[in-house]
């Protein structure tokens, strides 16, 4: 499968911003997909999961309640909508996706075999 991220931008703390990732070359509907993010000099760090056939989904602790990860298997898209934002979520998003991945390795990057290029976001106080 191919992914293709997009949505980044520059907003204003508080705002909001709605990331997508396109999947393409195969229906994303049995594979578990996910986002991690990357700010400069840091490394890349989990960010939200989605289970592939209808399964949960998970957060990163400082993410939860104001991002929100949801999939349309007919679009073949997975879209990370992002609400109330700081500037410690300025970063570069990139989307993931494993057919194999289990429940507690979905914070691993390691275990994502398809990734997407990464789309800036950037959250100015």
């Known amino acids: 499968v191919q992914l293709q991220a997009s949505g980044g931008g520059l907003v204003q703390v508080g705002g909001s911003l709605r990331l997508s990732c396109a999947a393409s070359g195969n229906n994303i509907r049995g594979y578990s997909m996910a986002w991690f993010r990357q700010a400069p000099g840091k490394e890349r760090e989990f960010v939200a999961f989605s289970k592939g056939n209808g399964g949960s989904t998970d957060y990163l602790d400082s993410v939860k309640g104001r ?47 398809y990734w997407g290029q990464g789309t800036q976001v950037t959250v100015s106080s």
């Open 67 to 113: 991002f929100t990860i949801s999939r349309d298997n007919t679009r073949n898209t997975v879209t990370l909508q992002m609400n109330t934002l700081k500037p410690e979520d300025t970063a570069v998003y990139s989307c993931a996706a494993s057919r194999t991945i289990i429940w507690s390795s979905r914070f691993r990057d390691d275990q994502y075999a």
